[in-house]
């Protein structure tokens, strides 16, 4: 089955962490959760791709979409510090660095980006060994968020198994000692995490209420799994939920269920062109890639086109038989 996109998965959890908030302000959930499920929903999420590609890159002025683009006025966060000898010493400030410029993923491509990285490290006071050493890690760390954005299962899957996938992708593609030292408090986190969600007695409030919002989220998804059935009506699907959640909360969730029909309907069509351009024997390697180009480029925009891009290349993707 083909992925949803990953902000239209979230906004599931965020829908149950709307209602939790108005059921501990004691807000009836029936009359007033609009507001906050309408914000809860409207999130969005930003997907890393790394470089091995079967599509063309995006051809854009990586300067200018650092002086026109979303980093507009901003200043560079995150560094690169250096220890005995002048090694370079990964940490969260290189991590940072590493994602200040990743975040322009979408307005201009990742060759863009590592050419605006190259000449930040041209400026600092270092040598070409310490900026190749920082190029490396660069290359490693965009890996790993591919392999994030590959494998995350929207909707599915226990907690646990999810946090030990990805502690996994992290040993195996940035190492134990670049995964400690970019995410030093990872496995501590998700340890704390997990205890906290499998104590339901304990008087902490903000305990309960991680454990509340997990058990809320599995239950909306659940119940949209279940009314996902052919045999549920739209109108069914809405009475169902507006008995469990009110009213304002079920629309939300109908109209989250039309986006999710909009991209998956998205989806089955780009797959379905990227197989024929795929399978046409007329085409070169090279004719090959412009046409995915123009493919990605004609049914989708910024964050959406790089997360489905990766979802072709891992084959998470494909048309539907």
Same mark, same amino acid.
């Given at each position: 089955?083909?992925?949803?996109?990953?902000?239209?998965?979230?906004?599931?959890?965020?829908?149950?962490?709307?209602?939790?908030?108005?059921?501990?302000?004691?807000? *009836?959930?029936?009359?007033?959760?609009?507001?906050?499920?309408?914000?809860?929903?409207?999130?969005?999420?930003?997907?890393?791709?790394?470089? /091995?590609?079967?599509?063309?890159?995006?051809?854009?002025? /990586?300067?200018?979409?650092?002086?026109?683009?979303?980093?507009?006025?901003?200043?560079?966060?995150?560094?690169?510090?250096?220890?005995?000898?002048?090694?370079?010493?990964?940490? *969260?400030?290189?991590?940072?660095?590493?994602?200040?410029?990743?975040?322009?993923?979408?307005?201009?491509?990742?060759?863009?980006?590592?050419?605006?990285?190259?000449?930040?490290?041209?400026?600092? *006071?270092?040598?070409?060994?310490?900026?190749?050493?920082?190029?490396?890690?660069?290359?490693?760390?965009?890996?790993?968020?591919?392999?994030?954005?590959?494998?995350?299962?929207?909707?599915?899957?226990?907690?646990?198994?999810?946090?030990?996938?990805?502690?996994?992708?992290?040993?195996?593609?940035?190492? /134990?000692?670049?995964?400690?030292?970019?995410?030093?408090?990872?496995?501590?986190?998700?340890?704390?995490?997990?205890?906290?969600?499998?104590?339901?007695?304990? /008087?902490?409030?903000?305990?309960?209420?991680?454990?509340?919002?997990?058990?809320?989220?599995?239950?909306?998804?659940?119940?949209?799994?279940?009314?996902?059935?052919?045999?549920?009506?739209?109108?069914?699907?809405?009475?169902?939920?507006?008995?469990?959640?009110?009213?304002?909360?079920?629309?939300?969730?109908?109209?989250?269920?039309?986006?999710?029909?909009?991209?998956?309907?998205?989806?089955?069509?780009?797959?379905?062109?990227?197989?024929?351009?795929?399978?046409?024997?007329?085409?070169?390697?090279?004719?090959?890639?412009?046409?995915?180009?123009?493919?990605?480029?004609?049914?989708?925009?910024? *964050?959406?086109?790089?997360?489905?891009?990766?979802?072709?290349?891992?084959?998470?993707?494909?048309?539907?038989?």
């Amino acid at each position: 089955m083909q992925r949803a996109s990953l902000a239209l998965a979230g906004a599931v959890a965020l829908t149950a962490l709307a209602l939790l908030w108005h059921m501990r302000a004691s807000a *009836p959930a029936t009359t007033q959760a609009e507001p906050a499920v309408e914000a809860a929903t409207t999130g969005a999420s930003r997907a890393y791709v790394s470089s /091995p590609s079967a599509i063309a890159p995006m051809r854009t002025d /990586p300067h200018r979409a650092l002086r026109d683009g979303s980093l507009r006025g901003t200043a560079v966060d995150g560094g690169v510090t250096t220890g005995f000898a002048g090694r370079v010493e990964p940490d *969260p400030a290189l991590r940072r660095l590493f994602d200040y410029y990743l975040s322009l993923l979408g307005e201009t491509d990742l060759e863009g980006v590592r050419q605006l990285l190259r000449e930040d490290l041209q400026r600092r *006071p270092l040598d070409a060994g310490q900026q190749a050493a920082v190029m490396e890690l660069f290359g490693r760390y965009v890996a790993y968020q591919q392999a994030r954005t590959a494998l995350a299962a929207p909707g599915g899957g226990d907690l646990a198994a999810r946090l030990a996938q990805d502690r996994a992708l992290r040993a195996r593609l940035l190492g /134990p000692a670049l995964a400690q030292a970019f995410y030093p408090t990872a496995d501590a986190d998700d340890a704390r995490l997990l205890r906290q969600l499998a104590h339901a007695d304990t /008087p902490d409030d903000a305990v309960a209420d991680e454990r509340a919002l997990a058990t809320m989220a599995s239950t909306i998804q659940a119940q949209t799994d279940q009314l996902a059935a052919p045999s549920f009506t739209p109108a069914q699907r809405h009475a169902e939920r507006a008995a469990t959640w009110g009213n304002a909360a079920a629309d939300r969730l109908d109209a989250l269920d039309r986006q999710r029909a909009q991209w998956q309907q998205r989806l089955d069509a780009f797959a379905a062109e990227a197989s024929a351009v795929e399978g046409d024997p007329s085409l070169d390697g090279a004719q090959r890639r412009v046409a995915l180009q123009q493919l990605l480029d004609h049914h989708f925009k910024g *964050p959406e086109r790089l997360q489905v891009q990766a979802m072709w290349q891992t084959g998470l993707l494909h048309a539907a038989r």
